[in-house]
């Protein structure tokens, strides 16, 4: 990395940007822990919306220019960007360093943060009393309030009154500009403007957002297509063999080759954690094939950084999250209109073949009414258990799918990726980007760091690098929350961001019962939930711990009286347990725990018997529904 003038080195590590104010650490004040290093999330909102945007503006300028970018060719694009940006528009020379610097960075939209945030304020002043006030009747039409255009007219010209009542000398009365003028004046900001600010940003995209002709890919992982359907499949357990219902597929498939680039197969409804899944089993290399499954014949070549993701304007996609990580990565995010299935055809297509080619040679085949009627037969509907759905799901992608030609015999997936590949090479994640990616790829927060460490989830995480920062903080920094990345499979650990250094280091929760070891977010907030049930003091490791363990108990219980009994409403509450257990392709494949050993001896009440008035309700697998039948101690 090339020095900085002015800037500190804090052992290897130097700060990206010059324009930081560095606290005076040195590597003999502290330990030396394991750095990752600085993302988005860790500028303020202002500064990442301004990167962002200029992101989006150099992107567009990309995709049009025609030659360098040198004033001639910048010029006649930025006048047109003005349809598309609205008329406050970069100069050239401004647009020509945007691009200059994000180039030098490695295309890291980073890069493009301000560097002069403390030069004071920059916004454009009014010529004029008449104009601010002119401009400050315009920013209350763009309002969510929605105010008619007369509406803002009048109150422009009440409030000009009432000053000018004072005002005897008629050359320093306030000149009102007509109806007629504020109205060419408001339409003349951009359409997507008007919308973001009266109706929300949400609904502004949906109507903008750049929806592309289906022109052929020319390269792998041009563009990538992203969805999620319900398998027609009813799989079991892998130790009880019991049924737990219908999972949830989400695959992430590339334009060019055809190819599957990973998969996610879980009970987890469409939302942050198959999609997390999904990405990082495509981008990663799949090591795991030869060891894990070696019946498998092929290899499965298929992972990298996709240029673009198709996805579908559901609100598991929709938001910061998907968007900002893929920002964060230089992955281009394009939406498409919902109920559109059509312009995402090749994942859609998919489905259709893994339904048809792949369960329709499964004996036993399933469906929907078996869980409406929750009458599951393990002799008459008998099915394949989880792990062997998953090897059986592999090997026919990497055996089968991949080698196979389509119907009108014009290409094989595995030749064209292996064709693509060697003609233009798609980029990869290095080691160390690779390692990132759990960190990026992150919940987000901000929290105070006080002596005891860092209070989050109701957990406390600290260690002695940790503290050995805090030494070196002044009194502002003691003041400012610090940002806090939680990796929602594994809450053992979290990563913060030290400001002084510009890096994240990893904290520790400090557990001394082992409560968050291999602990998902999702099933401690469910512990928490039944925690602040029956107990009214804080909650601490120690309580939370002891919820762990009654909720194995009644789990555990359920468990014994499914395998004992086959009652007909087990299905419903197997499929919850999966739910709850992380059942899916990433991580195991029953909900038996491994540490039942040391179960109560005592009898557990039938916490999860099905209520007699429930049965003419309508069978949905909802979590919700299964936690509040867990009463407490």
């Not at 008329?87 to 490695?106: D, I, M, N």
């Amino acid at each position: 990395m090339t020095k900085n003038r002015g800037v500190k080195e804090f052992g290897i590590f130097q700060d990206e940007f010059t324009d930081i104010n560095h606290a005076d650490f040195t590597k003999n004040d502290i330990h030396q822990p394991v750095f990752v290093k600085r993302d988005l999330d860790s500028f303020t909102e202002n500064d990442k919306a301004i990167a962002i945007y200029r992101l989006n503006y150099i992107l567009w300028i990309q995709s049009n220019i025609c030659g360098g970018w040198t004033q001639k060719n910048l010029i006649p694009l930025i006048e047109k960007s003005k349809i598309k940006f609205g008329e406050q528009t970069p100069e050239w020379r401004t647009l020509a360093r945007w691009w200059s610097r994000y180039k030098k960075s490695g295309f890291k939209v980073t890069s493009l943060i301000p560097q002069n945030q403390n030069k004071g304020n920059r916004n454009p002043r009014f010529d004029n009393y008449e104009e601010e006030l002119t401009q400050n009747a315009i920013s209350d039409y763009l309002n969510k309030k929605k105010p008619s255009i007369a509406s803002v007219y009048q109150d422009y010209k009440d409030n000009i009154t009432i000053q000018n009542e004072d005002r005897h000398d008629l050359n320093k009365k306030i000149k009102t500009i007509s109806y007629k003028g504020l109205y060419k004046k408001i339409k003349k900001i951009s359409k997507y403007t008007q919308v973001s600010a009266r109706k929300g940003k949400y609904e502004a995209e949906l109507d903008f957002r750049y929806i592309a002709s289906h022109k052929p890919p020319t390269r792998v992982l041009e563009r990538v297509e992203l969805d999620h359907t319900p398998i027609d499949l009813i799989l079991l357990d892998d130790e009880l063999l019991v049924p737990l219902g219908r999972a949830y597929l989400t695959l992430l498939i590339d334009s060019y080759s055809h190819c599957i680039l990973g998969f996610n197969l879980g009970f987890d409804e469409p939302g942050f954690y198959p999609v997390r899944n999904t990405l990082l089993n495509a981008f990663k290399p799949k090591t795991y094939i030869q060891s894990q499954y070696p019946n498998i014949i092929h290899d499965w070549p298929c992972h990298g950084k996709p240029e673009t993701i198709v996805v579908d304007n559901g609100v598991e996609f929709w938001g910061n999250d998907l968007e900002q990580t893929c920002k964060e990565l230089n992955i281009n995010v394009q939406y498409n209109p919902v109920r559109k299935p059509w312009l995402k055809p090749l994942v859609e297509r998919s489905f259709g073949i893994i339904n048809s080619k792949l369960l329709d040679q499964i004996p036993g085949k399933t469906f929907s009414s078996i869980l409406a009627r929750c009458d599951y037969d393990p002799v008459k509907d008998a099915v394949l258990k989880f792990s062997t759905f998953i090897e059986l799901l592999h090997q026919w992608i990497i055996d089968d799918y991949h080698f196979r030609p389509d119907s009108r015999k014009r290409y094989i997936p595995y030749l064209l990726w292996e064709n693509g590949t060697s003609e233009f090479p798609p980029k990869q994640f290095t080691e160390e980007e690779q390692k990132e990616l759990d960190v990026i790829i992150s919940f987000t927060d901000r929290r105070s760091h006080n002596t005891g460490g860092i209070d989050i989830h109701s957990l406390r995480y600290n260690s002695e690098e940790l503290a050995d920062y805090r030494k070196m903080y002044d009194e502002k920094q003691l003041k400012t929350k610090v940002l806090v990345k939680t990796n929602p499979t594994d809450i053992s650990n979290i990563h913060v961001f030290i400001e002084g250094i510009g890096k994240y280091i990893k904290v520790p929760c400090i557990d001394t019962v082992g409560y968050t070891s291999g602990l998902s977010l999702q099933q401690h907030n469910i512990n928490r939930r039944l925690q602040r049930e029956y107990i009214d003091k804080s909650t601490d490791v120690i309580a939370l711990a002891k919820v762990r363990q009654k909720l194995k108990e009644r789990i555990q219980h359920e468990v014994d009286e499914i395998t004992s009994s086959r009652k007909k409403h087990t299905l419903k509450h197997a499929s919850r347990l999966a739910k709850f257990q992380g059942v899916n392709s990433q991580q195991r494949s029953t909900i038996v725990s491994t540490d039942y050993s040391e179960m109560h001896s005592q009898e557990i009440p039938d916490v999860l018997k099905e209520d007699p008035a429930s049965k003419a309700k309508d069978n949905n697998d909802e979590w919700e529904e299964f936690v509040s039948k867990l009463d407490p101690y």
